[in-house]
T-cell receptor, first 115, second 113 residues
Framework: ETGVTQTPRHLVMGMTNKKSLKCEQH?????MYWYKQSAKKPLELMFV???????ENNSVPSRFSPECPNSSHLFLHLHTLQPEDSALYLC??????????????FGQGTRLTVV | AQSVTQPDIHITVSEGASLELRCNYS??????LFWYVQSPGQGLQLLLK??????LVQGIKGFEAEFKRSQSSFNLRKPSVHWSDAAEYFC???????????FGPGTSLSVIP
């Protein structure tokens, strides 16, 4: 148990569906992250939020839409996805994205399959 | 450009044998270095980190890593591997801002009895 909880753990969705991934942390952290982990590829940082403000968007397609209503919760809204979007989506948090001597704590991930 | 390489895609060791996983990086300044482990179906767990000071870093689960600036390496070691160590291992490097940390491609470790 790392203090970062992701739901659901598994999700199968059609290309025309709309779904959301949820991440919650109870560590008092101020920075939260979404990563995409695909087979045979390095971990890809998608979005970063610091103090509820989005500070990083690594050229992620608009079919992925993040939302951070408060420092403890992070969502990833999905719509009209493609089969190549199937991957493990990991959420992480850290005390602050802009301060050194920190590390990120990861959730267990949501395994997404787009059919 | 920043990069992290883990030359070994997959390693198999016998239980009780020693282990070394390699990590090389390209970075313009003194990096912050991390090793994470990921068990099947799980998220990433931090094994150890190096920010400054002693170049030999001790981590959890009996792992250690040594930062060698001259070789741009941060190899992970364990003197005696247990079957439960079978997992994917990721090296990561970055600046003080964690949002700039980049991960290597990972090394998959199998442990045979």
């Amino acid at each position: 148990e790392t203090g970062v909880t992701q739901t659901p753990r598994h999700l199968v969705m059609g290309m025309t569906n709309k779904k959301s991934l949820k991440c919650e942390q109870h560590l008092g952290h101020n920075a939260m992250y979404w990563y995409k982990q695909s087979a045979k590829k390095p971990l890809e940082l998608m979005f970063v939020y610091n103090f509820k403000e989005q500070t990083e968007n690594n050229s992620v397609p608009s079919r992925f839409s993040p939302e951070c209503p408060n420092s403890s919760h992070l969502f990833l809204h999905l719509h009209t996805l493609q089969p190549e979007d199937s991957a493990l989506y990991l959420c992480a948090s850290s005390p602050s994205g802009r301060r050194g001597n920190t590390e990120a704590f990861f959730g267990q991930g949501t395994r997404l399959t787009v059919v | 450009a920043q990069s992290v390489t883990q030359p070994d895609i997959h390693i198999t060791v016998s239980e009780g044998a020693s282990l070394e996983l390699r990590c090389n990086y390209s970075y313009g300044a003194t990096p912050y270095l991390f090793w994470y482990v990921q068990s099947p179906g799980q998220g990433l767990q931090l094994l150890l980190k190096y920010f400054s000071g002693d170049t030999l870093v001790q981590g959890i689960k009996g792992f250690e890593a040594e930062f060698k600036r001259s070789q741009s390496s941060f190899n992970l070691r364990k003197p005696s591997v247990h079957w439960s160590d079978a997992a994917e291992y990721f090296c990561a490097v970055g600046p003080a801002s964690y949002d700039k940390v980049i991960f290597g491609p990972g090394t998959s470790l199998s442990v045979i009895p």
